[in-house]
């Protein structure tokens, strides 16, 4: 099962799990498309274990290997359907 273009909910599942008992977590991705679609997985994963996101501490950090321009275009809110 694919919860997104290039994303499988067992990928996620695995990523959740591995993160329910920090207090920080990151996601990366090249696309800010990409990262919203993961970001509203994750949102979905956490829900099922009783846990929120906050959409007040979450940040976006663009980055880029040296010598590229880092991609500051902000995603998209992530989305859950609860």
Do not use: C, W
């Amino acid at each position: 099962m694919r919860a997104g273009k290039g994303i499988s909910l067992d990928q996620v599942r695995r990523a959740v799990g591995g993160m329910l008992y920090a207090d920080d977590a990151g996601v990366e991705s090249r696309s800010a498309d990409r990262l919203a679609r993961m970001m509203t997985v994750i949102v979905e994963m956490f829900g099922e274990f009783g846990l929120t996101v906050s959409e007040r501490k979450t940040k976006t950090l663009p980055h880029a290997r040296q010598g590229e321009a880092a991609n500051t275009t902000t995603p998209p809110a992530a989305t859950a359907d609860h």
